[in-house]
């Protein structure tokens, strides 16, 4: 079994160690190797072997100081040709299916992506979420080796013992090609307090319903007050309200909040996408009737105008005791 590592500042990203977790499930004992490249990736390989990885492969090459797709695929594939794995499997985040769609194309191998499951066999059955989550279904991989993308937040992240990892390092052969598509430039979105909309305990979000950009400003205050996030939904980015950074859904954040606090959205299926890990949802919409309702644990049919100010205003009391 090879994975393919995503890392941030010395460590593991948690999706990726739950992508791991369930890689070990279905490695069911067989040795599991990872791959990870860019600044960074020794110290986040070095933590691994308490997940079950007895080797980390590091690949070293200047082209891979930034996330570079093909680059990326190509010394994934250069381990698999070392260590002949009879799966690969990485994360289900953007970048992880990125790079896995690049490994398949190289080696001319199937992968499916986002499983929530998968059973060791040959052909190997898998779950995955299609259609942005609003079906499931059952497939079988053929053909060797398979590759397999581990939908976020469907498998929780599992440590398996405290064994070290053999951390070994490769300059993987690429050439100019492999280069050509590559990160050139970051830019830090700024966060109110600091706290990422994919790590936020409490997000809120608007839609449409908010009015305006200025129509945020209540949940701005919220979140400020919960040390929360604020999001929104896609009408809301294409209107030019508030920057796509800010976007949950299927083609945009994916999230997991202990709550989900979605003001004035419809809850269209690709909004409902990007939100449903969430704990608790609470909606608030004008529209008994729209289907985020259907799809809340809890619902205020009434004006986000006047009921995120309400919430506020009794989160402040309260702390005021
Ligand atoms: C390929 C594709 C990908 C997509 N990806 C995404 C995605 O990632 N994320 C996403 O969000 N959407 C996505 N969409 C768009 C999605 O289909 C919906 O169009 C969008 O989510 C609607 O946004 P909304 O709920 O804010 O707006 P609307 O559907 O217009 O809903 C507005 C809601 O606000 C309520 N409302 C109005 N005024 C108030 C008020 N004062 N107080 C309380 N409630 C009020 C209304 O009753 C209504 O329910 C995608 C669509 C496609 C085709």
């Given amino acids: 079994m090879l994975v393919f590592l995503e890392h941030s500042d ?102 499916a992506a986002n499983c929530i499951s998968a059973e060791p066999g040959d052909p190997m059955p898998v779950t995955r979420v299609r259609w942005g989550g609003s079906l499931l279904e059952e497939a079988r ?86 040390g929360g996030a604020v999001g929104c939904s896609r009408a809301v980015t294409i209107l030019g309200w508030r920057p796509h950074t800010d976007q949950v859904g299927q083609t945009g954040t994916k999230i997991a909040p202990e709550v989900y606090l979605a003001c004035g959205i419809s809850g269209a299926t690709q909004h409902m996408a990007g939100c449903k890990g969430a704990k608790r949802i609470i909606a608030v919409n004008t529209d008994p009737e729209a289907p985020i309702i259907a799809n809340a644990d809890y619902a205020v049919i009434g004006d986000l105008h006047e009921v995120i100010p309400a919430i506020t205003a009794e989160l402040r009391k309260e702390a005021a005791g």
């Fill in 10 to 111: 010395g460590q593991p990203d948690d999706i990726s160690l739950q992508a791991l977790t369930l890689a070990r499930d279905l490695a069911a004992g067989a040795p599991v190797h990872a791959v990870l490249a860019g600044p960074g990736a020794t110290d986040a390989a070095a933590a691994l072997g308490s997940y079950g990885v007895v080797t980390a492969h590091v690949a070293e090459h200047e082209g891979l100081a930034t996330h570079a797709p093909v680059a990326l695929a190509r010394s994934i594939a250069e381990v698999a040709g070392r260590t002949e794995p009879a799966a690969i499997a990485a994360a289900g985040s953007e970048r992880g299916n990125e790079v896995i769609a690049h490994v398949a194309a190289i080696m001319d191998a199937p992968f």
């Fill in 141 to 226: 991989l053929h053909g060797s080796p398979k590759l397999v993308t581990v939908a976020p937040h469907a498998v929780a992240a599992q440590a398996s013992g405290t064994g070290d990892a053999a951390v070994e390092t490769f300059t993987p052969s690429l050439s100019d090609a492999d280069l050509v598509v590559r990160v050139v430039e970051r830019v830090t979105q700024s966060t109110a307090g600091g706290v990422s909309l994919a790590d936020a305990r409490f997000v809120v979000s608007c839609g449409r319903g908010a009015g305006s950009p200025e129509g945020f400003a209540p949940a701005e205050e919220l979140a400020g007050l919960l």
